[in-house]
T-cell receptor, first 112, second 113 residues
Framework: DGGITQSPKYLFRKEGQNVTLSCEQN?????MYWYRQDPGQGLRLIYY???????QKGDIAEGYSVSREKKESFPLTVTSAQKNPTAFYLC???????????FGPGTRLTVL | QKEVEQNSGPLSVPEGAIASLNCTYS??????FFWYRQYSGKSPELIMS????GDKEDGRFTAQLNKASQYVSLLIRDSQPSDSATYLC?????????????FGTGTKLQVIP
């Protein structure tokens, strides 16, 4: 089955800890994206990558880091520098030059 | 002014009626427009994309685009209770060399049986 997977589905973090959210796709898409969704707000772009070994900051990159060592994988690390990390995190992918983004199932992160 | 604006709702329609969801955008050079459906606690699912002025139909869904008015809408005919969800409008413009997608905050639709 082709698609985008994210893990874990739920994640609990203590203050001061770094956590890494996984995103994997087997759609052969070049571009991958990380968004954050908070209640009453639209999706906000954290980071994006249009090609392997290259990524760019989005609108709210502070406190987050990413890597893109493989085409299929785009993990997101939420660092202790992120002031309010509790949110629903969505990974998406899309083909190079294509408009459409397809989303994974999401990871809900809660800071205890 | 928000880049992509939607009425948050809820929009309540009776089962079998037409639901009309609206979205306005501020960037005149926007090129691509999308509607996503998001059930509570789930991720967004693409319903429709539209690129040129006019209507685009797919089953019970019709997307309408008017670039002069910077307005895009989604009509859902014969609304079903299973259509109850939040509908996100997304607009792709251009930011430097990257075509950024901006999402609205969504309109919550409730279809009453």
């Amino acid at each position: 089955d082709g698609g985008i997977t994210q893990s874990p589905k739920y994640l609990f973090r203590k203050e001061g800890q770094n956590v890494t959210l996984s995103c994997e796709q087997n759609l052969n898409h070049d571009a991958m994206y990380w968004y954050r969704q908070d209640p009453g707000q639209g999706l906000r772009l954290i980071y994006y990558s249009q090609i392997v070994n290259d990524f760019q900051k989005g609108d709210i990159a502070e406190g987050y880091s990413v890597s893109r060592e493989k085409k299929e994988s785009f993990p997101l690390t939420v660092t202790s520098a992120q002031k309010n990390p509790t949110a629903f995190y969505l990974c998406a992918s899309g083909g190079q030059g294509q408009d459409t983004q397809y989303f994974g199932p999401g990871t809900r992160l809660t800071v205890l | 002014q928000k880049e992509v604006e939607q009425n948050s709702g809820p929009l309540s329609v009776p089962e079998g009626a037409i639901a009309s969801l609206n979205c306005t955008y501020s960037d005149r050079v926007s090129q691509s427009f999308f509607w996503y459906r998001q059930y509570s606690g789930k991720s967004p699912e693409l319903i429709m994309s539209i690129y040129s002025n006019g209507d685009k139909e797919d089953g019970r869904f019709t997307a309408q685009l008017n670039k002069a008015s910077q307005y895009v809408s989604l009509l859902i005919r014969d609304s079903q209770p299973s259509d109850s969800a939040t509908y996100l409008c997304a607009v792709r413009g251009r930011s430097g060399g990257y075509q950024k997608v901006t999402f609205g905050t969504g309109t919550k639709l409730q279809v009453i049986p």
